[in-house]
C-alpha cells in the first residue's frame, strides 16, 4: 500500500446533520453531536470499501520506487538471461482523481565531502571568492573551511547558534568541528562533520570581529526535485488512475530506500454534497441509521453486522486491481 497524507482536508462531508437527522425521524437538536460523528464514520466506511474519495481533497502519495517486473515467464529450465523491465505506470491510490499538480522524487544524494577556500576583503568573510554567501550543508557529510590565505589573519572562522555568534551573546557551535592551526597561516582549517542532530540553520562569524559571517543552511542527506512532466501522462479516465510514462519519457534513478516518489493530485467528486452519487449517500444513510439503531448493543456476540444491501450498494464504485502478471495474480480492493 503506498504512503498516504490528506494534504487539504474535505471542506464539507457527503451528509448533511439535518437530512441525516430527518432520515433518523429525530427532533431538532437531538443527538446532533452523535449524529454528525455518524456521518464521518458512514464516510470513512465508505470510502474504505470503495477506495474513493468522496468529498474533493488534495492528497500527497509517496511511493518507494516505479516497480520491476520480469520480461520473461518460464517453466522448468532453461539456459538465457533473466532480465528485468520496469513498469511503465505509477498508479494512484485514491480515485477519482481530478488532477495531478506534480511528481517529486528524492535522490539518495550521498556523502558530501567538501572543501571551501575562505577569504577576507572589505572587513568580510569571503567563501570561494562570493561575500558571506548563505551555504547549505548536508547532516552527516564534511566540509572544511580552509584559511590558509594571509588575508584571514586576526580573522579566526568559527561557528554559532546565533547570527554574528560571541558577538550578538552566543556561543562557539562545536559539534563535529575540528580546528588547525592560526587563521591566516599554511594549513589553517575549520572542518565540521555534520551531525544527524545538528540545528537547521548554522551562522559563521570571526570569533574578534563583528559583521563579518553569514548564515548555514542544515538539510537532510535527500533532496527533492520535480519529475519534467513531459516524462508523463495522467490517464484519469481508467480507474484507478494512473501516471504513464511516455515513450520518449524516462523514471527518475538514484531513488532513496523508501518514499522516493512524492505525487500531489486532486481526488473525489465534487466539493457539494450534491456531486456524491446517490446510492453511495444511501448507503451512508443506512450505515448511520444502522449505528445509531444499534448504538450500545456490541457488547454481545456476534456483534450487530450492517445489512449486506449496504455494501450491495457500494459494490458497483468499487476500484479493482488486478495483478499484471501471474505471480502478481492477486485481487484488491478499496485503498490501494
Known amino acids: 500500500m503506498s504512503g498516504l497524507v490528506v494534504e487539504t482536508q474535505p471542506a464539507r462531508e457527503p451528509l448533511t446533520v439535518i437530512e441525516t437527522r430527518d432520515s433518523l425521524r429525530l427532533d431538532d437538536d437531538v443527538d446532533e453531536t452523535l449524529v454528525m460523528s455518524y456521518i464521518i464514520a458512514a464516510r470513512e466506511w465508505a470510502e474504505n470499501y470503495t477506495g474513493r474519495a468522496l468529498i474533493t481533497r488534495t492528497l500527497h502519495q509517496f511511493i518507494d520506487a516505479y516497480a520491476r517486473l520480469p520480461d520473461n515467464l518460464t517453466d522448468g529450465f532453461y539456459t538465457g538471461v533473466e532480465q528485468t523491465i520496469p513498469q511503465n505506470y505509477l498508479e494512484l491510490a485514491i480515485s477519482p482523481v481530478i488532477s495531478v499538480s506534480s511528481v517529486s522524487y528524492f535522490n539518495d544524494s550521498g556523502i558530501d565531502d567538501l572543501e571551501y577556500a575562505v577569504t577576507v576583503a572589505s572587513g568580510v568573510?569571503?567563501?570561494?571568492?562570493?561575500?558571506?554567501?548563505?551555504?547549505?550543508?548536508?547532516?552527516?557529510?564534511?566540509?572544511?573551511?580552509?584559511?590558509?590565505?594571509?588575508?584571514?589573519?586576526?580573522?579566526?572562522?568559527?561557528?554559532?547558534?546565533?547570527?554574528?555568534?560571541?558577538?550578538?551573546g552566543g556561543s562557539?557551535?562545536?559539534?563535529?568541528?575540528?580546528?588547525?592551526?592560526?587563521?591566516?597561516?599554511?594549513?589553517?582549517?575549520?572542518?565540521?562533520?555534520?551531525?544527524?542532530?545538528?540545528?537547521?540553520?548554522?551562522?559563521?562569524?570571526?570569533?574578534?570581529?563583528?559583521?563579518?559571517?553569514?548564515?548555514?543552511?542544515?538539510?537532510?542527506?535527500?533532496?527533492?526535485?520535480?519529475?519534467?512532466?513531459?516524462?508523463?501522462?495522467?490517464?484519469?479516465?481508467?480507474?484507478?488512475?494512473?501516471?504513464?510514462?511516455?515513450?520518449?519519457?524516462?523514471?527518475?534513478?538514484?531513488?532513496?530506500?523508501a518514499n522516493g516518489l512524492k505525487i500531489v493530485y486532486t481526488a473525489g467528486y465534487g466539493t457539494t454534497t450534491q456531486s456524491v452519487p446517490e446510492p453511495i449517500r444511501i448507503a451512508m444513510m443506512q450505515y448511520c441509521a444502522f449505528l445509531y439503531e444499534h448504538r450500545g448493543d456490541f457488547e454481545g456476540f456476534p456483534p450487530p453486522i450492517p445489512p449486506k444491501v449496504l455494501t450491495q450498494l457500494l459494490t458497483p464504485y468499487m476500484i479493482m486491481r488486478f495483478g499484471s502478471t501471474p505471480y502478481q495474480n492477486v485481487i484488491r480492493q478499496g485503498i490501494g
Open 125 to 168: 568573510f569571503y567563501i570561494d571568492g562570493t561575500a558571506q554567501p548563505t551555504l547549505t550543508l548536508k547532516r552527516g557529510s564534511t566540509y572544511k573551511f580552509k584559511q590558509d590565505d594571509s588575508s584571514n589573519g586576526s580573522h579566526p572562522f568559527r561557528l554559532s547558534t546565533t547570527a554574528n555568534g560571541t558577538h550578538s
Open 172 to 257: 562557539q557551535y562545536t559539534t563535529g568541528v575540528t580546528t588547525s592551526g592560526t587563521a591566516g597561516s599554511s594549513g589553517a582549517y575549520l572542518e565540521i562533520t555534520v551531525s544527524e542532530d545538528a540545528p537547521d540553520t548554522l551562522y559563521y562569524y570571526c570569533s574578534n570581529h563583528s559583521n563579518m559571517g553569514g548564515a548555514l543552511t542544515i538539510t537532510d542527506q535527500d533532496t527533492e526535485a520535480t519529475w519534467a512532466a513531459k516524462n508523463y501522462y495522467v490517464d484519469s479516465v481508467r480507474e484507478p488512475a494512473r501516471i504513464l510514462l511516455r515513450d520518449a519519457g524516462s523514471f527518475p534513478t538514484d531513488l532513496r530506500a
